[in-house]
């Protein structure tokens, strides 16, 4: 064969494994960008307790706040102000079976203790330093990413519960809460998203406490007008984005509920929903997603505080389905603690560390599945948030915390999760 034939046949073949890798990348409706490596962060449950300003003449008004709540008498409650009595210092409330004594200072709870009856034994179970902490350090990882600093994060997911409810205001314009996380976190944010395809740096899943005393969900809008982008609205409260080859779902799992378990969102339902999710799940599978990132805040399986999901309303009777074609991770919060389960080939992690109270209690009706966080071992008070690194089919889940009790060593990091 002549150079010049061989040359040919050689620019041929070049041509025709192009051709089959434009192919491969067309793949579905749209054109699917090669993957390249990001890391974002995963938080939840960042909610603090009553914002309570004022003093001794705002009494009657700082009683109903609390009564809000806590469902709290006036002979309940004891409000103790500085000497001149012009700012609240604690809050006693005898609770059944414990007392929850919190300590304020600029109308925010700083410490938060539970005190058994007999007044033996105190567990603090939130303290603003935590929550202070998570911010920081996500601050600062953002802040590289923005730099475009090796491993530094592109944007945040939340699990929801943002606010404490909608009862003192709504909208992020007057709503306490939200003006609290607007402060502390999204107003510290690179000013331009680190991701220019993305319309923000901060994606959410409606938790049930933004529904609290605001039923259309005005302050969760208006803290995160970006979400428009994705058709999310009052009516509609769920949405899909696709990043470098990954896709990102986020679910509505609904308020508070007669049950307290149970998946309530009316926008869309749970079946309507779960049709939702199947079909972004084919999408994902016909396009060859890396991987494929749950969010709705309700958990699927969990040891602590409220019940995990009921059987006939959890999402993973419908994931388990693609967790052979599909690497699936789902990111759930409401609990106030941290867990993480592998269920039939599928990631749980539940990520409650944000900074709100924490839970140590068991549910009444936990799940069976083994829990691999604590592995059965003492729990106690944790500040954390995890951070995920993709590169490709590879994946490394690492969680960075804050253990105030843990004096010598507090901050420490554990690897949840690697592919």
């Not at 150079?3 to 070049?14: A, S």
């Not at 911010?135 to 997911?157: L, T, Y």
């Not at 693609?322 to 990631?347: D, W």
């Not at 839970?359 to 954390?384: A, C, I, V």
Request: proline letters at 5%.
């Amino acid at each position: 064969m002549s150079v010049k034939n061989k040359i040919g046949l050689t620019m041929k073949t070049t041509m025709l494994l192009t051709g089959c890798l434009v192919c491969f990348l067309c793949i579905g409706s749209g054109l699917v960008q090669a993957a390249a490596s990001f890391s974002f962060l995963v938080i939840g449950d960042t909610r603090t307790e009553p914002f309570l300003p004022g003093g001794q003449e705002q009494k009657v008004k700082i009683l109903q706040v609390l009564q809000e709540r806590f469902q709290s008498s006036s002979k309940d409650t004891e409000l103790t102000f500085d000497a001149l009595g012009e700012e609240l210092v604690s809050v006693k409330i005898v609770e059944s079976g414990y007392i929850r004594t919190m300590k304020y200072k600029n109308g925010w709870p700083q410490l938060i203790v539970l005190t058994d009856q007999e007044g033996q034994k105190n567990r603090v179970v939130m303290r603003s330093s935590g929550r202070n902490w998570v911010n920081d350090r996500i601050i600062a990882e953002m802040r590289k990413g923005a730099a475009n600093i090796e491993n530094g994060a592109s944007f945040i997911v939340h699990g929801g519960d943002i606010p404490l409810f909608g009862f003192q205001g709504k909208s992020l314009a007057n709503n306490p809460y939200y003006q609290l996380f607007d402060t502390e976190l999204l107003m510290r944010l690179p000013i331009k998203p680190n991701v220019p395809a993305l319309p923000g740096n901060l994606f959410s899943a409606v938790g049930n406490h933004a529904s609290w005393v605001d039923s259309e969900i005005i302050g969760f809008r208006s803290t995160s007008p970006w979400l428009k982008q994705f058709g999310f609205s009052a009516q509609n409260r769920i949405y899909t984005f696709v990043h470098n080859n990954c896709s990102f779902i986020f679910l509505d799992s609904g308020g508070w509920s007669p049950e307290g378990t149970a998946w309530s969102s009316n926008y869309p339902k749970f079946k309507e929903q779960m049709a939702y999710l199947t079909d972004q799940l084919e999408v994902a599978k016909a396009n060859r997603r890396d991987h494929v990132f749950v969010v709705y805040h309700k958990p699927s399986f969990n040891q602590i505080g409220h019940d995990p999901l009921p059987e006939d309303q959890n999402p993973h009777e419908y994931l388990k389905k693609y967790a052979k074609e599909l690497s699936i991770f789902v990111f759930n919060s409401h609990v106030h603690t941290t867990e993480r389960y592998l269920v039939e080939g599928i990631n749980y992690q539940v990520m409650g560390g944000g900074g709100a109270p924490q839970k140590f209690t068991n549910s009444k009706n936990p799940s069976p599945q083994k829990e691999l966080y604590w592995q059965d071992g003492h729990r106690f008070e944790e500040y954390n948030y995890l951070k995920i690194e993709v590169d490709g089919s590879r994946i490394n889940g690492t969680i960075y915390r804050f253990r105030p009790l843990e004096t010598l060593k507090p901050f420490t990091t554990e690897v949840v999760f690697q592919k």
